[in-house]
């Protein structure tokens, strides 16, 4: 919802997503997928959101949102007030007309619009082209042109 007024940025996505989850313990691969952004990417300022308090990195490694740090318990507070704001509009088209759906007829539309995901294997196969871009990017800081 942040990402909506402040703008489709890998931080705002981060952030938005950890307080979506906040009571979550996280590895940066399960951050980045869930923010919808590369590691690579989350691997340039992780650090400052752990050095900003906004973040904790437990001793295993994971990360999860830091509920004292003044920063949340304010960006917790603007949530609150966009989604009274969402909630209100939507409260102003409670009135119109809709169809009902029977059982069977909802049940259909929710099967066919959530498919079946393995998220172990879309884990690993983001592992799998996050390490091929690390690997790529380690060749073209080493490469040498030779005229």
């Not at 951050?31 to 400052?48: H, M, P, Q, Y």
């Not at 001793?59 to 003044?70: A, D, I, V």
């Not at 609150?80 to 029977?102: C, G, R, S, V």
């Not at 259909?108 to 690993?124: A, R, T």
């Amino acid at each position: 919802m942040l990402d909506e007024i402040l703008g489709d940025y890998p931080q705002i996505k981060v952030i938005d997503y950890l307080l979506m989850n906040p009571f979550a313990e996280l590895s940066k691969l399960q951050i980045a997928v869930g923010a919808e952004i590369s590691r690579i990417t989350l691997n340039k300022f992780i650090d400052d959101l752990t050095d900003k308090q906004f973040v904790i990195i437990s001793t295993n490694s994971k990360y999860h949102l830091n509920l004292q740090s003044p920063i949340v318990v304010k960006l917790n507070m603007l949530l609150d007030e966009l989604n009274k704001m969402a909630i209100e509009e939507a409260m102003k088209h409670a009135d119109e007309p809709y169809d009902e759906l029977t059982d069977e007829e909802l049940s259909k539309i929710f099967d066919e619009n959530s498919p079946d995901v393995d998220l172990i294997q879309l884990e690993n196969e983001i592992q799998i082209k996050e390490n091929y871009d690390i690997y790529i990017e380690e060749i073209n800081e080493n490469y040498v042109l030779i005229v």
